[in-house]
């Protein structure tokens, strides 16, 4: 069964460093989404993608993050300068379109730590 | 604006009983569509049901059933005859019609099934 897959399970950063969050969605799929969630919270939507553009962002996604598709299969989330508050975990998603028949399949998610 | 509710924060029940996870949410548009999904402590978000505004036919899934009940904005979810390996946080998620994709999820309710 094909399933969205992420790398790194896990990471650990100093504050102030650039992080990189990879991201392989489902091949067919056509929008992909990042999400985060701190530790005992609630999952957020940081943005989605469409059609190599950004279609959708929320408050949480400033400037110091960027996302990517740098090829056909890999979907990127760039935290440009981490801060203590970016520890989290990072989720990625996919869907093959949007609406009723399009839920939205989440990776396993990164675990991202910032000292 | 929309919001969804998930007034347990943890439910603990003994194995084999049934058990009901609330959810409310709020939104206002017409054409939504509602989700459960399950985080088992390893982690990963797992896709369960989905609903749409107009379907309003409950239904029951092997030990899981959903009840939405658009009259009081609710789509609650039961385990039947509960079994340890259910034991996770359930988030409950609201997607709006149009140009959005996000999902705005609850806050989550830990279920513990104690053997």
């Known amino acids: 069964e094909p399933e969205v897959t992420q790398t790194p399970s896990h990471q650990v950063t100093q504050m102030g460093q650039e992080v990189i969050l990879r991201c392989v969605p489902i091949?067919?799929?056509?929008?992909f989404y990042w999400y985060r969630q701190i530790l005992g919270q609630k999952v957020e939507f940081l943005v989605s993608?469409?059609?190599?553009?950004?279609?959708?962002k929320s408050e949480i996604f400033d400037d110091q993050f960027s996302v990517e598709r740098p090829d056909g299969s890999n979907f990127t989330l760039k935290i440009r300068s981490t801060k203590l508050e970016d520890s989290a975990m990072y989720f990625c998603?996919?869907?093959?379109?949007?609406?009723?028949?399009?839920?939205?399949?989440f990776g396993p998610g990164t675990r991202l730590t910032v000292l | 604006a929309q919001k969804v509710t998930q007034a347990q924060t943890e439910i603990s029940v003994v194995e084999k009983e049934d058990v009901t996870l609330d959810c409310v949410y709020e939104?206002?548009?017409?054409?939504?569509?509602l989700f459960w999904y399950k985080q088992p402590p390893s982690g990963e978000l797992v896709f369960l049901i989905r609903?749409?505004?107009?379907?309003?036919q409950n239904e029951i899934s092997g030990r899981y059933s959903w009840n939405f009940q658009k009259s009081t904005s609710s789509f609650n979810f039961t385990i039947t005859a509960s079994q340890v390996v259910d034991s996770a946080v359930y988030f409950c998620?609201?997607?709006?019609?149009?140009?959005?994709?996000?999902?705005?999820f609850g806050t989550g309710t830990l279920l513990a099934v104690q053997p």
């Open positions: 998603a996919s869907s093959g379109g949007q609406g009723f028949y399009n839920e939205q399949f």
């Open positions: 609903r749409n505004s107009f379907d309003e």
């Open positions: 091949s067919n799929h056509l929008y």
């Open positions: 998620a609201l997607k709006e019609s149009g140009a959005t994709n996000k999902l705005i």
């Open positions: 993608f469409y059609n190599n553009e950004i279609s959708e």
């Open positions: 939104t206002r548009d017409t054409t939504y569509y």
